[in-house]
C-alpha cells in the first residue's frame, strides 16, 4: 500500500486559485495512477481528477473541467492538484487517492485503494 499525505488547502475568495499537493510514500509510486476527490458536508465524495501512471491519460469532473488540472512528478512522489477560478461550491474536504492495484485508472472510489486523510479548501462570496 501506499502512504498518502496531502498539503496545500485554505481559504480563498471566489476566483482565486489552490495547489494542492499530495507526497506519497514508497518506491511504486510511479506504477500507481492517482486520484482526487472531494466531499461537502450531507454529500457523497465524489470524483474530481484522476491521472496515469505515465501522465499520460488524465480524467476531469464536467464540474472541474478548465478550471482544474491534475499533474504527478514521479521523481519527487507527489501529485498535484491546480484548481483556478475557484467557486463556493467547491469548498470540501480534498482527498488524493492511489490506484486499487499498479496502473490501473478509474473515476470511482473502487478504482482505489489507499487513501489521505484529506485538505479542507473553502472558498468564500
Known amino acids: 500500500q501506499v502512504q498518502l499525505v496531502e498539503s496545500g488547502g485554505g481559504l480563498v475568495q471566489a476566483g482565486g486559485s489552490l495547489r494542492l499537493s499530495c507526497a506519497a510514500s514508497?518506491?511504486?509510486?510511479?506504477?500507481?495512477?492517482m486520484g482526487w476527490f472531494r466531499q461537502s458536508p450531507g454529500k457523497e465524495r465524489e470524483f474530481v481528477a484522476a491521472?496515469?501512471?505515465?501522465?499520460?491519460?488524465?480524467y476531469s469532473a464536467d464540474s472541474v473541467k478548465g478550471r482544474f488540472a491534475v499533474s504527478r512528478d514521479n521523481a519527487k512522489n507527489t501529485v498535484y492538484l491546480q484548481m483556478n477560478s475557484l467557486k463556493p461550491e467547491d469548498t470540501a474536504v480534498y482527498y488524493c487517492?492511489?490506484?486499487?492495484?499498479?496502473?490501473?485508472?478509474?473515476?470511482?472510489?473502487?478504482?482505489?485503494?489507499?487513501w489521505g486523510q484529506g485538505t479542507q479548501v473553502t472558498v468564500s462570496s
Open positions: 487517492a492511489a490506484g486499487r492495484t499498479y496502473y490501473h485508472i478509474g473515476k470511482t472510489q473502487a478504482d482505489f485503494g489507499s
Open positions: 514508497g518506491r511504486t509510486f510511479s506504477k500507481y495512477a
Open positions: 491521472i496515469s501512471w505515465t501522465s499520460l491519460v488524465t
